[in-house]
């Protein structure tokens, strides 16, 4: 791509479309992980009881991509990415904690927390994040004092 090109899409992102589209990358990246070479599921019963966990990767793969498209959502349509990017890690801290109650898997809460904060509340604190960021303060003002 030319220069010109990149900064027109950029410029077409925005900074919520940049931040969705490298959030959906990601949990796409993360659920393809799972369908070359599928890791031991410790800790993950309570979703593998029900499906294999490479069916489970599809959810990072589908939810990914729906967040990766709202990103050239308008402006105010791009909920349903932050929504669907949600999905994914939401899904795993519940299973990892319920792996810690049962007793399955004690490091279960550390990788909880890890989901819930690492994914789950930056996603929330992007979704709050406006597209266009305060103009800077004037040059020359000096403070009052």
């Known amino acids: 791509m030319t220069g010109a090109t990149l900064r027109r899409v950029r410029k077409h992102l925005g900074r919520r479309g940049a931040i969705l589209l490298i959030f959906g990358v990601g949990k796409i990246c993360w659920g393809a992980s799972f369908l070359v070479d599928p890791p031991e599921p410790v800790g993950l019963r309570l979703l593998t009881q029900w499906r294999g966990l490479q069916d489970w990767a599809w959810l990072w793969i589908v939810c990914g991509a729906i967040t990766a498209?709202?990103?050239?959502?308008?402006?105010?349509?791009?909920?349903?990415?932050?929504?669907?990017?949600?999905?994914?890690?939401?899904?795993?801290?519940?299973?990892?904690?319920?792996?810690v109650l049962t007793g399955d898997y004690s490091r279960g809460a550390f990788v909880a927390v890890w989901y819930l904060t690492s994914h789950v509340a930056?996603?929330?604190?992007?979704?709050?994040?406006?597209?266009?960021?305060?103009?800077?303060?004037?040059r020359g003002r000096r403070e009052a004092g």
């Open 122 to 138: 930056v996603i929330m604190w992007a979704a709050t994040v406006p597209e266009y960021s305060v103009p800077k303060s004037p």
């Open 69 to 99: 498209g709202s990103a050239f959502a308008r402006i105010g349509r791009d909920r349903v990415g932050f929504l669907a990017a949600l999905i994914p890690p939401s899904v795993w801290s519940v299973a990892y904690l319920a792996a």
